[in-house]
């Protein structure tokens, strides 16, 4: 494998981010999960960085970034309460999608932005 094809390999499949876009965000100094995930979102995909951090870790090793054994991950920042998914939309239950079944969104009254 050559360094470019190297380069192109995905260590996130949540956000499609490769070894190169990790070895850019170290060249500009993001050297720590932290940075590195706010600089590429590596970690915040629907695996939650189960699947790239493993890999992600590896690779900080071997760049010498990090030491093995002593890798960390990003913190983890759950709610401060729980949330139910229905207090982030609201919606008429009356009303329904053309012959879905769902309901359709709420009108907002005359004046009020989204």
Do not use: N, W
């Amino acid at each position: 494998m050559t360094r470019k094809e190297a380069r192109r390999a995905v260590i996130c499949p949540c956000h499609d981010v490769t070894v190169g876009d990790i070895e850019d965000a170290i060249a500009h100094g993001h050297t720590d999960p932290e940075t590195i995930k706010r600089a590429t979102a590596v970690y915040m995909g629907a695996c939650q960085g189960k699947f790239c951090s493993p890999l992600v870790q590896r690779l900080l090793a071997e760049r010498g970034v990090e030491r093995v054994g002593e890798q960390r991950r990003p913190a983890a920042r759950v709610p401060v309460a729980p949330v139910a998914l229905g207090a982030l939309i609201e919606v008429d239950p009356s009303a329904e999608r053309e012959g879905t079944g769902a309901p359709a969104p709420r009108e907002l009254p005359e004046g009020e932005a989204a």
